[in-house]
T-cell receptor
Framework: KQEVTQIPAALSVPEGENLVLNCSFT??????LQWFRQDPGKGLTSLLL?????REQTSGRLNASLDKSSGRSTLYIAASQPGDSATYLC?????????????FGQGTTLQVKP | GAGVSQSPSNKVTEKGKDVELRCDPI?????LYWYRQSLGQGLEFLIY????????KSGLPSDRFSAERTGGSVSTLTIQRTQQEDSAVYLC?????????????FGEGSWLTVV
């Protein structure tokens, strides 16, 4: 059974710092991995999608990496801003792709202090 | 529409009543998903639809839960005889195709409170 874990559960940093959020999964046979952001009282916003054949994806100040063999992904946020404060969730889709089910981690709640 | 639309945004209902939650996916998206997020919990998969294929209902927690998708577009999640433990945010999402690497887009959720 696939399990997704995110560490740390919460993180507080001063504005301007670079930071890394971690996501690990127990079954390396994933189809893809997606990082989302959730603001309080809101739905999820997709940030980055990494296919199983890819090693990383970048969007602006965000960089997500994927190491399937070790069951890990990281989300790197450069030059953090108070507007980055939110909960970040990673989710994996199982290996063959013939499922619509995403397995989510519990999320990392980030606070960036001005 | 521009995004996934869900209604109602908030619903308070009495225990034992039935509720219907509606999801209008992004136009052209053939895959539609329902998830549940309880207070302090992660997202729990409920059901997904892909085109005309039989839906994957493996995440529905009990037979009080059911969902339909009419005409390959709008979906309704129905909870019968609601219980207090059904209180949660019900999130709908859609994508172009489930069995692919397409990005999934979420709505803002329907917040259900059972009193």
């Amino acid at each position: 059974k696939q399990e997704v874990t995110q560490i740390p559960a919460a993180l507080s940093v001063p504005e301007g710092e670079n930071l890394v959020l971690n996501c690990s999964f127990t079954d390396s046979a994933i189809y893809n991995l997606q990082w989302f952001r959730q603001d309080p009282g809101k739905g999820l916003t997709s940030l980055l999608l990494i296919q199983s054949s890819q090693r990383e994806q970048t969007s602006g100040r965000l960089n997500a990496s994927l190491d399937k063999s070790s069951g890990r992904s990281t989300l790197y946020i450069a030059a953090s801003q108070p507007g980055d404060s939110a909960t970040y969730l990673c989710a994996v889709r199982h290996g063959s792709g013939n499922t619509g089910k995403l397995i989510f981690g519990q999320g990392t709640t980030l606070q960036v202090k001005p | 529409g521009a995004g996934v639309s869900q209604s109602p945004s908030n619903k308070v209902t009495e225990k034992g009543k039935d509720v219907e939650l509606r999801c209008d996916p992004i136009s052209g998206h053939t895959a539609l998903y329902w998830y549940r997020q309880s207070l302090g919990q992660g997202l729990e998969f409920l059901i997904y639809f892909q085109g005309n294929s039989a839906p994957d209902k493996s995440g529905l927690p009990s037979d009080r839960f059911s969902a339909e998708r009419t005409g390959g577009s709008v979906s309704t999640l129905t909870i019968q005889r609601t219980q207090q433990e059904d209180s949660a945010v019900y999130l709908c999402a859609s994508s172009f195709k489930a069995f692919s690497g397409n990005t999934i887009y979420f709505g803002e959720g329907s917040w259900l409170t059972v009193v």
